[in-house]
């Protein structure tokens, strides 16, 4: 299959997704990332490893290691850009133009030929404004344009997972897969993502008292909601059905 990965930032993929990326690379897959920004509004690092003009130069680089490391095809980016952070870490989207974006990504569709769509959730995982543009993009132009197409989205909700602030609330989980198997690729891409290494510790660093490294805080478990399509076509492929987690037996 020639799958496009569509998310509002560099790091996103790995984050949210980058286990499944990286499954689905191995098994022969074609996947295509798309960028609607580099993160220009983002953190520099801790010390800052650039100014913060010159760091969607250095998120370019950051998320060309990523893709590489999860096995990806091709990178490309929209060249929107993302906004610096407001006060009280208030998040704005990079644009306000739907029906531009929506255009930008029919064509990218066309282009490569899509046969499965992965992004964004549709509360944007944390309420992030870019998250959400990207959902109502794909919504938009699945409704529109390729109504048959498979759609993902990531972070479902399901109960008892071990990271619930960042779960789309209004997705429920249609499969949750244990990506163990895929632990070195994705810890890889995202040591690439140099400059977010201090943001993505942070939080389990202030909760554990102690300075946790960047392996210590990615997941092994990813859980995705089939969001369109005829059927679920990613659950049945037999290197992710071997190693969905069953929550009944897990309890
Ligand atoms: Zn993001």
């Known amino acids: 299959m020639n799958i496009l990965v569509f998310f509002a930032h560099p790091d996103d993929e790995t984050m ?13 897959h074609d996947v295509h990332y798309l960028s609607c920004t580099r993160g220009e509004g983002g953190e520099c690092g801790v010390p800052p490893l650039c100014s913060q003009t010159q760091l969607g130069s250095l998120r370019e680089l950051e998320l060309n290691c ?43 569709i066309k282009k490569k030929d899509i046969d499965l769509l992965i992004s ?23 409704q529109n344009e390729f109504p048959e197409m498979f759609w993902y989205t990531v972070q479902a909700y399901y ?40 943001l993505f510790v942070r939080k389990k660093s202030k909760e554990s008292g102690k300075s946790v490294n960047v392996a210590q805080v990615i997941q092994t478990e990813e859980s995705y909601h089939f969001a369109n399509g005829t059927h679920d076509i990613l659950k049945n492929l037999p290197e992710i059905k071997k190693n969905l987690i069953d929550l009944k037996v897990r309890k």
């Open 120 to 142: 964004h959730g549709s509360n944007g995982e944390y309420g992030h404004p870019g998250h959400l543009t990207v959902y109502q993009a794909v919504q938009k132009i699945i």
């Open 16 to 28: 949210l997704c980058g286990g499944l990326l990286a499954l689905l690379s191995k098994s022969g």
């Open 159 to 198: 109960d008892n997972s071990p990271k619930p602030h960042l779960l789309n609330k209004a997705d429920q989980a249609d499969w949750i897969i244990d990506v163990s198997s895929m632990i070195n690729e994705k810890v890889r891409a995202a040591l690439c993502h140099k400059s977010q290494h201090d």
């Open 66 to 108: 990523a893709v590489e490391k999860l096995g990806g095809k091709t990178l490309q980016f929209l060249n929107y850009v993302d906004p610096l952070v407001g006060p009280e870490n208030t998040l704005f989207s990079f644009t306000q133009d739907q029906e531009k974006l929506a255009m930008e990504l029919k064509e990218c």
